[in-house]
């Protein structure tokens, strides 16, 4: 009797089994068609983390909204009723993973880590889910008895999502995070208004710093076009770390991360021409502020405080450019890729303060026309230009040197047959704050108070000719002169606020053509200043030799 009951209780276990493998055929169904249905439109998600924060889509795919959702309902419907032994199931293909899991009222929370479940091939880059215990509190609530099933999707694509996905890239250059949509779902309940958040945490292989992220959810029937849209309504986006993005969301459905560019992006073709100019240009002007340099040293004159003014304000230039063609030529993160930023970051802060320098020396001349002499002036002025910059790196340095190191800029890539995002790096400022402050910040004031000083002297020149007929020569020099101090109070760095919309693509040519050529025009200014002066003083040796002659 023994023997037959040991058979009988195998036959059972046996039954049983193959009654789950056969129940959980059906989720496999649904997940395979899906599949095929990627396939037939030629649509993949990138086969693992690149060396680039870069996601390719079609612009063109035959995409069928409805047939998704069907699809997707499908596997919902199949995975809430299918039955299995133990409390969990675990079903994956290439690019969709299921978990299936049995609760009772007595639950107390659940985190799924990627790093403990079954590996999905097309799954690279970690990821998990944490649930509170409040999850069943309302479902135990209206049903007390009974067993609640919590289902969850992974699809490591982004193909079932693509129409909101597409009109995204077309209308701002956003894109789903590592193509990865992650669901979850409590029976047929609609979960919301969670007291303690779901946490989904996404994490990439490279620093998502360029990018601003957003926590967003599959927000159904919110579209006419689409089965539905991405919303960022009920969750709330952190990042621990630079390549980790924390969701803490209120309720239960599908959650993706949306990155947008922080941003304009370069587009691709025009980064080489860009890059020519810049280097053509910081390379003329490292020669013309070498040569200014080694003039007003070979003149061997002591030179009054303007000439002084110059030639520190030739030095800084000296170094921005110096230390501009240098940063990307640096390997990756590491001691060197920091003091080089550091480096680079005190040249930018030393030529604005000196540039401020031209504007607040200017003021003098032409408010305090007599009486401007300062005890140790420039002895003062070296303080502010060199000492100040100086101060600010190395106390940012010594409060966090992480501020310094690879900073990634987007390149917009438009290719035959997509539409992609790549990442260029120099060694520059890190921090977002620091860049606004004590880059963008700093250098508004430094042009917003040379502009004033700018309109100031053009409106000292004007009243000055008011009053007389102006002769064409002397019209024409004057012109020179406003063009000339334009270009030494720095005024063209303001059009680094021009940098959106339509303004992008003239500003970036701009921009590039005029700072690049910054030491060069400075060489010009330093030519013609010193051509007039030695007119000057020609014109006074004639008039002294003619009043001798008359003697």
Not at 164 to 190: E, K
Not at 319 to 331: D, I, R
Not at 359 to 365: A, D, V
Not at 430 to 446: A, D, F, K, Q
């Amino acid at each position: 009797m023994d023997g037959w009951r040991a058979f009988f209780l195998c036959l059972c276990l046996s039954t049983a089994h193959s009654e789950t493998v056969e129940a959980s055929q059906e989720p496999l169904h649904w997940m395979k068609k899906l599949e095929d249905m990627a396939k037939e439109n030629n649509v993949t998600s990138p086969a693992g983390p690149r060396k680039t924060a870069r996601t390719v889509i079609p612009k063109e795919v035959s995409v069928e909204p409805e047939l998704n959702k069907r699809f997707i309902r499908s596997l919902e419907h199949s995975l809430l009723n299918t039955s299995f032994g133990g409390k969990n199931l675990t079903l994956q293909t290439h690019s969709i993973q299921t978990l299936a899991f049995k609760l009772g009222c007595d639950f107390t929370g659940l985190t799924l880590n990627s790093a403990v479940l079954e590996p999905v091939p097309q799954a690279r880059v970690p990821h998990a889910m944490q649930f509170p215990a409040e999850l069943t509190q309302d479902a135990c609530r209206a049903r007390r008895h009974g067993e609640l099933r919590l289902i969850c999707i992974y699809f490591f694509t982004g193909y079932f999502f693509q129409p909101a996905l597409l009109l995204s890239f077309q209308n701002n250059n956003s894109s789903l995070l590592n193509n990865y949509v992650l669901g979850a779902q409590l029976g047929q309940r609609h979960v919301k208004n969670l007291r303690e958040p779901v946490n989904i945490s996404f994490w990439h292989n490279r620093s998502l710093e360029g990018y601003t992220v957003t926590c967003v959810f599959w927000k159904e029937e919110a579209s006419k076009d689409h089965w539905g849209v991405w919303s960022p309504e009920g969750c709330r986006t952190e990042q621990p770390s630079p390549s980790q993005v924390l969701c803490r969301c209120n309720h239960l459905t599908y959650f993706a991360v949306l990155m947008q560019l922080s941003s304009a992006p370069v587009p691709a073709n025009l980064l080489a021409p860009l890059t020519y100019i810049s280097l053509v240009g910081c390379s003329i002007s490292i020669v013309a502020s070498l040569l200014t340099i080694l003039l007003h040293f070979q003149a061997r004159k002591q030179g009054d405080s303007i000439t002084h003014i110059h030639m520190n304000l030739h030095a800084s230039v000296l170094l921005l450019n110096v230390a501009f063609l240098l940063s990307p030529v640096l390997p990756g993160p590491g001691p060197a890729c920091t003091a080089m930023g550091a480096v680079l970051h005190f040249a930018l802060l030393s030529c604005l303060t000196w540039m401020a320098i031209e504007g607040f020396n200017l003021y003098l001349l032409l408010v305090r026309v007599y009486n401007i002499y300062i005890r140790r002036y420039m002895l003062k002025l070296c303080a502010v230009g060199w000492g100040v910059p100086a101060l600010l790196v190395l106390l940012l340095l010594v409060v966090r040197s992480s501020v310094y190191g690879v900073h990634t800029i987007p390149v917009f890539d438009s290719q035959g047959n997509g539409t992609g995002f790549q990442n260029n790096s120099i060694c520059w400022v890190r921090s977002p704050w620091v860049h606004n402050i004590l880059v963008m910040g700093y250098g508004g004031l430094t042009s917003l108070f040379n502009l004033v000083v700018l309109a100031w002297a053009l409106r000292a020149v004007r009243r000055l000719r008011a009053q007389e007929k102006v002769p064409g020569p002397r019209a024409c020099r004057d012109s020179v002169t406003v063009l000339g101090l334009t270009m030494l109070l720095g005024t063209t760095w303001a059009l680094a606020f021009f940098s959106f919309g339509v303004f992008l693509l003239p500003q970036l040519f701009l921009f590039t053509i005029f700072n690049s050529l910054y030491g060069f025009f400075l060489f010009l200014w330093f030519c013609s200043q010193r051509c007039r002066s030695e007119a000057v003083v020609e014109a006074e040796m004639e008039a002294f030799s003619s009043s001798q002659t008359m003697l």
